[in-house]
């Protein structure tokens, strides 16, 4: 509020001072015209902070053109014919009483008492297009930080869903297996259970993250697959395709990890007598290619298939993927196969 005020201050004073000025260029001004036209800045001041009042109690930024328009073109004009009958009530008063005294040639009259509302009119529709441009500004700037703080959220929340997305059968079954494995391989056990701490440590941490190192990644997917190996046994084998370059390379995480947690779930899981899971990653120059497949079917428009919840996948691409990044999936020869591009 204090701010406001200093520049009203300033605004208005500055508006008295240049007439003032524009006066003393004719004829020295005298004490009386000193005296109106500092009544005048703070008439105008008043009337400025009551429309502005009036503006914000009629909520007229929130109004439709057709009924804003109205409202902006009268209350200006309204305002300075008040301010202007103020102004000479008060001057015939401190004629009367004697304070106040005026040249004989000061113009005088119903003409000139329009001339100076239209006058004092034409400051106010200034004041509130200014202020009315700097309130939509406003507006515009907290509704831009408003979108920005709604879109962290959703990325806050997308990321607090990667970090519960294991799957509750994986760990399950993972848990399982390793209290079966506790008697028979006591040493492959602890392997096992530390490949599960590994898998569940990265789903935490690394989750929270743009982007993670594609090193890392595989790492976890190793694991991952490896417990999904204890559970599938022979129906699970993988095929790895890695190509040269790949030092350095980076991708939004948990990407691959879904898209094998995807092909195993829906393919290898569904497919009697499992199956090869290909998986093959190569990069040129700066794109990276990642290409999944599993045994199985899948047609366009089905909710059923490889459950990869491809629009999610594509609008994490599209944010963290780089420019030109892109997902296709596609079945052949009873294999389904899911490419993705992305910036490395």
């Known amino acids: 509020m204090r701010r406001r005020q200093v520049v009203q201050a300033l605004v208005w004073g500055g508006y008295a001072g240049l007439s003032l000025a524009m006066i003393a260029a004719f004829q020295r001004p005298s004490g009386s015209v000193i005296f109106v036209m500092g009544l005048v800045a703070a008439g ?18 929130d109004l439709p053109p057709a ?5 902006l073109l009268l209350a200006p004009p309204l305002a300075a014919l008040a301010l202007q009958f103020v102004i000479y009530l008060v001057n015939h008063a401190g004629q009367a009483l004697g304070l106040l005294s005026f040249a004989p040639t000061t113009p ?15 400051m106010l529709w200034l004041w509130l297009a200014v202020w009315g441009g700097w309130q939509w500004l406003q507006r515009w700037r907290l509704g831009e930080i408003a979108k920005w703080q709604a879109e962290a959220a959703a990325r806050e929340l997308e990321l607090q869903v990667l970090r519960s997305q294991i799957n509750p059968h994986f760990l399950f079954n993972a848990l399982n297996n390793l209290r079966a494995l506790i008697n028979e391989d006591p040493a492959r056990a602890r392997e096992m259970l530390s490949r599960l701490s590994n898998t569940l440590r990265h789903t935490l941490t690394h989750s929270a993250k743009e982007r993670v190192p594609l090193a890392d990644e595989l790492a976890v997917v190793r694991d991952y697959i ?20 790949l030092d350095g390379a980076s991708l939004p995480p948990m990407l691959l990890q879904l898209l094998v947690e995807n092909a195993i779930k829906h393919g290898i899981a569904r497919t009697p ?17 990642i290409i999944v497949s599993n045994p199985g079917s899948w047609a366009p428009g089905t909710s059923t298939g490889t459950g990869l919840g491809l629009a999610h996948l594509r609008e994490r691409l599209a944010r963290a993927g780089g420019e030109g990044a892109a997902c296709q999936i596609a079945a052949e020869a009873g294999r389904v196969t899911v490419t993705v591009e992305l910036n490395a």
């Open 67 to 71: 009924r804003l328009l109205p409202r």
């Open 44 to 61: 105008l001041w008043a009337a400025s902070e009551g429309l502005r009042a009036l503006a914000l109690r009629g909520a007229w930024l």
């Open 226 to 245: 490896a417990l999904e190996q204890l559970h599938h046994e022979d129906r699970l084998r993988v095929d790895w395709q890695l190509g040269a370059g």
């Open 108 to 122: 005088r009259g119903l003409g000139v008492l329009l001339g100076y509302t239209l006058n004092t009119s034409i």
């Open 273 to 289: 007598g499992g199956g090869e899971l290909g998986i093959a990653i190569h990069r040129d120059g700066a794109r990276l290619s």
